[in-house]
């Protein structure tokens, strides 16, 4: 049973950093491409980037500059540090990890960021 939890989400001021784990579990991690999106209260779910099993990544403009997609294979992790936070950052934070057994998606993180 493959299972993707997130992780490291909390209260940061503007300008603030904070970074975010994603834990795969039950699957070959180092097969998988690996999704950020998020999701603010009352829009619809936003992808924020993407890291493919070969390290290369994407990003949504509205973050690239600021957030960093990385992953770490030995520890089926991967991770979004995300710097210069904005009050328009704040959302539910969710990974996903995709292979060609399967598309999986975590429960999610809450990142508020306000004075």
């Known amino acids: 049973q493959v299972k993707l939890v997130e992780s490291g989400g909390g209260l940061v001021q503007p300008g603030g950093s904070l970074r975010l784990s994603c834990v795969v579990s039950g699957s070959i991690f180092s097969n998988y491409v690996m999704r950020w999106y998020r999701q603010a209260p009352g829009e619809d779910r936003e992808w924020v980037g993407v890291i493919a099993p070969d390290f290369s990544t994407l990003y949504s403009d509205s973050v690239k500059g600021r957030f960093t997609i990385s992953r770490d294979n030995a520890k089926n992790t991967m991770y979004l540090q995300m710097n210069s936070l904005k009050p328009e950052d704040t959302a539910v934070y969710y990974c996903?990890?995709?292979?060609?057994?399967?598309?999986?998606w975590g429960k999610g993180t809450l990142v508020t960021v306000s004075l």
């Open positions: 996903r990890g995709s292979d060609q057994g399967g598309d999986y």
